[in-house]
């Protein structure tokens, strides 16, 4: 069992910036996909930002603020987020999907906070 650990988060002003970090128990790069979403109070839970076989998504929202990236050498998953806005206020979640032999795995941190505010 695969466990994803968040951290990074915080209470940043408008414009600000700040880098979120995911650990994984198990090796990261064994991957088929691996991500961010992100959910608000009284929203969904939403995509932010998804490795998946080598290529990237990102949501509408965030696309040309937001980064992901991963080190395979160190098992994480970053988000580095920028112009932030008070919409971008939510609990984000790493992700990461396995699949084998026609089986899939899906794990899921435990969340971490970002709140943009003055």
């Known amino acids: 069992q695969v466990q994803l650990v968040e951290s990074g988060g915080g209470l940043v002003q408008p414009g600000g910036s700040l880098r979120l970090s995911c650990t994984s128990s198990?090796?990261?790069?064994?991957?088929?996909?691996a991500g961010w979403y992100r959910q608000a109070p009284g929203k969904q839970r939403e995509l932010v930002a998804q490795i998946t076989n080598g290529d990237t998504v990102y949501s509408d929202s965030v696309k040309g603020r937001f980064a992901i990236s991963k080190d395979n050498a160190r098992d994480t998953l970053y988000l580095q987020m920028s112009g932030l806005n008070p919409e971008d206020t939510a609990v984000y979640y790493c992700?990461?999907?396995?699949?084998?032999?026609?089986?899939?795995?899906?794990?899921w941190g435990q969340g971490t906070q970002v709140t943009v505010s003055s």
């Open positions: 992700y990461g999907l396995q699949v084998f032999l026609g089986r899939r795995w899906d794990y």
């Open positions: 198990g090796s990261i790069a064994g991957f088929h996909a």
